[in-house]
């Protein structure tokens, strides 16, 4: 029937060798994206601009639980988006306090550095109703 082609499916000769590299340089890339961004934002000056809040969201995830029962788990995730004076805007995960308490159109001082959220402090707003 022709030449034996076994040697092309030898999962531990051919397959797993590859399936490891892979598993590697992704993990490789991965760290060395994180670690490219963490340099980043420690060599980023810490900035305090003011801002106004314009956007808030919120991500759900569901993970189901390997259980007898089938339950599931859900983490929430928080973001607020800033606008500053010149109109640019940015997005920073926040936690669900911190969410809890903001409102859109809230005015204060913004604090990052890079892409990590040092916080916002509120501006209060007096009404002038009499």
């Given at each position: 029937?022709?030449?034996?082609l076994s040697?092309m499916?030898d999962?531990s000769?051919?397959?797993?060798?590859i399936?490891?590299?892979?598993?590697?340089?992704i993990l490789?890339?991965?760290a060395?994206r994180g670690?490219?961004?963490?340099?980043r934002n420690?060599?980023?000056?810490?900035?305090?601009?003011p801002?106004?809040?314009?956007?808030?969201?919120?991500?759900?995830?569901?993970?189901?639980?390997?259980e007898d029962?089938g339950?599931?788990?859900t983490?929430?995730?928080?973001?607020?988006?800033?606008?500053?004076?010149?109109g640019?805007r940015?997005e920073?995960?926040?936690?669900?306090?911190?969410?809890?308490?903001?409102?859109?159109g809230?005015?204060?001082?913004?604090?990052?550095?890079?892409?990590?959220?040092?916080g916002?402090?509120?501006?209060?707003?007096?009404?002038?109703?009499?």
């Open positions: 029937m022709g030449p034996d040697w499916f999962f000769g051919t397959v797993m060798p399936f490891l590299i892979v598993m590697v340089g490789a890339v991965s060395g670690l490219l961004q963490w340099s420690n060599s980023s000056p810490m900035l305090t601009i801002a106004r809040i314009v956007s808030k969201r919120s991500e759900i995830r569901q993970q189901q639980v390997q029962n339950s599931s788990r983490s929430t995730t928080y973001y607020l988006t800033y606008e500053m004076n010149g640019s940015i920073f995960k926040v936690d669900g306090h911190e969410y809890g308490m903001s409102a859109e809230d005015k204060g001082m913004l604090t990052y550095q890079g892409t990590r959220y040092h916002f402090e509120r501006q209060p707003q007096y009404s002038t109703a009499e």
